[in-house]
């Protein structure tokens, strides 16, 4: 049986997620803002961006980007304090039409290097990521952290401007929350990676360690004096306007699918689909749930709203994701159905789930209740 929390629509089996008295962290968080003082905090992030400043390169940071509204939202924040970003952007699995044309977009406000690897090696962890850890996007997650600490190793800069903390925004381990740096013990911990090191892959489907140097992080003597920071650990993250700021600054959106309530997120990947589908498989809640627990805590939407939502939409299956069918995105990883459904039964907590399945998605066994 899943148990919300009472304030969003979080489940307990969200991992990292902490409650207090059924009230969940990313809730607690959201309510003890007012005690930042954002203005003293945007003037810490002036002074970090100003020791940055190298005269020996053009740029003040380096910007990870997917193109998407958060990225946009940040490069732009940057260039209005009066610095000057270079965005690195790490090509995701299966780049669809709306992301390559966000990718253009923002190249008209700032540089950009893009960054795509072997697209024949990156199959091969869709691959094995779905088969052994429910998750076809495995070498996107690496590839957000490693390839921009690359990239700033490489050109000489020390400072990584991210996004939103995901600890401070969706909740995580008590105190995590404050942490200002991303360091290499945060991305083995939080990255997404699953318990999988790049070096475990090494040897499967033909892989070899020179395939996997794009999805590990510098040595950390190559990383001394560099630093990753969180923009929102600055500034009040708002994904509602940083989706309007990057819109009047042409990005293109639609809906990704009917599991998504924005349709302004997760627009460059026609895996993402998969990846939320599974995300709802393994812990009971999917994308759509996350999207709609942001607007709860924000006043934008009842949790009753949002409730009906989520029973009515969250953890449906991408038969078609931004446009692209699901068979297409087998096709390119030289699978088929009858693998997506072996993965997905592998997967699946059935203790959350009855047994039966409607239209590939699994039905929650009870109505959710307050925790």
């Avoid at 779905?130 to 190793?153: C, K, N, Q, T, Y």
């Avoid at 709203?305 to 068979?327: A, C, Q, R, S």
């Avoid at 203790?351 to 699994?362: D, G, M, Q, T």
Wanted: net charge negative; proline share 5%.
């Amino acid at each position: 049986m899943i148990i919300r929390c009472k304030t969003c629509v979080y489940p307990t089996t969200k991992p990292d997620l902490m409650f207090q008295d059924g009230q969940c962290q990313a809730c607690i968080n959201y309510r003890n803002r007012p005690r930042i003082d954002w203005r003293q905090r945007e003037q810490e992030l002036i002074k970090v961006l100003e020791r940055s400043r190298k005269s020996r390169h053009n740029h003040d940071c380096i910007v990870p980007s997917s193109g998407g509204k958060d990225s946009t939202a940040q490069v732009l924040k940057i260039i209005e304090l009066g610095f000057k970003p270079l965005v690195v952007t790490a090509t995701t699995c299966h780049l669809t039409e709306i992301g390559r044309q966000n990718i253009a977009n923002l190249k008209l406000h700032a540089d950009t290097i893009e960054v795509d690897p072997d697209p024949e090696a990156r199959a091969k962890l869709n691959v094995l990521g779905m088969e052994l850890v429910g998750d076809i996007s495995w070498p996107e997650h690496a590839a957000i952290f490693s390839i921009p600490f690359r990239a700033a190793v490489d050109y000489g800069m020390d400072l990584i401007v991210y996004g939103e903390c995901p600890q401070r925004e969706y909740g995580g381990p008590i105190n995590s929350e404050s942490a200002m740096q991303m360091t290499r013990r945060w991305v083995d911990e939080f990255g997404g990676l699953l318990g999988l090191r790049p070096s475990d892959f090494v040897g499967h489907l033909g892989l070899t360690e020179a395939n996997m140097q794009y999805y590990t992080l510098p040595s950390d003597a190559h990383m001394v004096g560099l630093k990753a920071i969180w923009l929102g650990q600055f500034v009040p993250w708002d994904s509602h306007a940083n989706a309007s700021k990057a819109i009047t600054a042409g990005m293109k959106y639609i809906l990704p699918s009917e599991a998504n309530h924005w349709p302004w997120e997760n627009l460059d990947n026609a895996q993402t689909g998969l990846h939320d589908h599974m995300m709802y498989r393994k812990y009971g809640y999917g994308r759509l749930a996350g999207q709609v627990s942001v607007d709860i805590r924000s006043g934008r939407m009842s949790r009753e709203m949002g409730i009906k939502l989520v029973e009515d939409y969250d953890g449906k299956f991408p038969f078609e994701y931004m446009g692209v069918k699901v068979e297409e995105v087998l096709d390119r990883l030289g699978r088929d159905m009858n693998w997506v459904d072996d993965c997905m039964t592998y997967h699946t907590d059935w203790s959350l789930f009855e047994s039966y399945v409607v239209n590939k998605r699994p039905k929650l066994k009870a109505p959710a209740v307050v925790g």
